[in-house]
């Protein structure tokens, strides 16, 4: 049996009629940008995400540059993140003007090491970015602290990690805003690219507003140099129409998580995700670590499961941070999840047969 790594098509069947309304009403009104459509969706992410404002943008990439750019930081600044990432936190601070630091992983929950935000610390240190990988939430109440003894800001990128909640409390109401992406294959996807910045700070939402609309609030009213970064209106009736199903799928993701880790738990040399207490995960990559990964991924391969490498190189060592010139040793963490990281077949429609495939194949190897 082939098991694909995700099932797009198979979720779209489940809410086809409910899709195929929402666009054709966006049509019907020709709403495409800006418009009902897209305010209703602002409204009901915000709730959905248990905060007072949401800035909808083009992509969780945007939403990033928007918040730091809102939050005035500008060259000579110090943005400390996570070397294990998706590039876009790491590349928004660049562009939004300050300098990247980056911080190893605290070595189980692939989220940034508290102990290493304290030590990268400077004068010149603004703000922290923790990532809520995988769908795991980083160590907040430990962040906050630090950040409040430093008077840092906070952005969450929660870019992964929709409905997760720290000792019961939601991702992205901690720190000053907090980032999503929509992006397809993300736990809440639109049909193409899309992304919000929530805030429960009223002035700081509506600078986000100004700078993603060009600058303005209302047309031909620019009061700031803005960007064009833009949810479209059918992107947010899909959104819209999807969102009710969220924490159903969420529930199906983390139920299936269970199977892997009943299934996996026990096999030599595979380490299952690890979930530090009072911490909800919501499995938007289930990421295994083995230290013959390659093959590993191979063996899957050749037995039709697809795998994938989130991410095969942690953000220090890439290409585009040579010039920061940083050390493997540096990095202790991240550097040997590099070689051993592995996600496995994870959507809220995975079938027992399909899961059991898996742990059969991993079992076999
Ligand atoms: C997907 C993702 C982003 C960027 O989102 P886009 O919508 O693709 O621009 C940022 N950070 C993390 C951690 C992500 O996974």
């Known amino acids: 049996m082939a098991v694909p790594f995700a099932d797009l098509h198979l979720q779209h069947q489940t809410i086809k009629s409910e899709i195929d309304a929402a666009i054709a009403g966006v049509i019907g009104d020709s709403a495409f940008i800006r418009g009902s459509y897209v305010d209703a969706f602002e409204r009901e992410f915000a709730e959905a995400a248990e905060v007072k404002h949401c800035v909808s943008c083009a992509n969780g990439t945007d939403a990033l540059y928007l918040a730091m750019k809102a939050l005035k930081v500008k060259p000579g600044d110090e943005v400390i993140t996570t070397a294990h990432s998706w590039i876009s936190t790491a590349a928004m601070i660049t562009h939004a003007g300050a300098s990247v630091v980056f911080c190893d992983t605290d070595g189980a929950t692939f989220t940034i090491d ?20 995988y769908g795991q939430p980083a160590d907040m109440d430990a962040i906050m602290a630090i950040a409040a003894r430093h008077k840092l800001w906070v952005i969450e990128d929660c870019a992964q990690a929709h409905l997760a909640r720290y000792k019961g409390q939601m991702v992205g109401t901690f720190g000053a805003a907090a980032t999503y992406s929509f992006y397809p294959g993300k736990n809440l996807g639109a049909m193409g690219d899309a992304g919000a910045v929530v805030t429960n700070d009223g002035a700081l939402a509506e600078h986000m507003t100004m700078l993603a609309r060009h600058g303005g609030l209302v ?79 191979a063996h899957l391969k050749a037995n039709g499961v697809q795998t994938a490498i989130n991410y095969p190189t942690a953000l220090p060592f890439l290409a585009a941070y040579q010039r920061l010139g940083y050390r493997t040793e540096q990095f202790p963490n991240a550097s040997r999840d590099q070689g051993q990281i592995l996600s496995l077949p994870m959507f809220a429609e995975i079938t027992r047969a399909q899961q059991d495939e898996v742990i059969d194949l991993v ?3």
């Not at 199903?245 to 595979?270: C, F, N, S």
């Open 363 to 365: 079992r076999k190897f």
């Open 114 to 133: 508290p102990a290493a935000i304290e030590a990268a610390i400077t004068p010149r240190t603004v703000g922290i970015i923790p990532v809520h990988l």
């Open 219 to 297: 047309k031909h009213q620019h009061q700031i140099e803005g960007i064009n970064s833009r949810l479209d209106g059918l992107q947010a009736a899909i959104l819209s129409a999807k969102l009710p199903h969220l924490a159903a799928w969420t529930e199906a993701r983390q139920a299936a998580a269970k199977v892997y880790d009943a299934g996996l738990g026990q096999i030599e040399d595979i380490m299952v995700p690890a979930v530090a207490p009072k911490r909800s995960h919501v499995y938007h990559l289930y990421t295994i670590r083995h230290p013959r990964r390659d093959a590993l991924a």
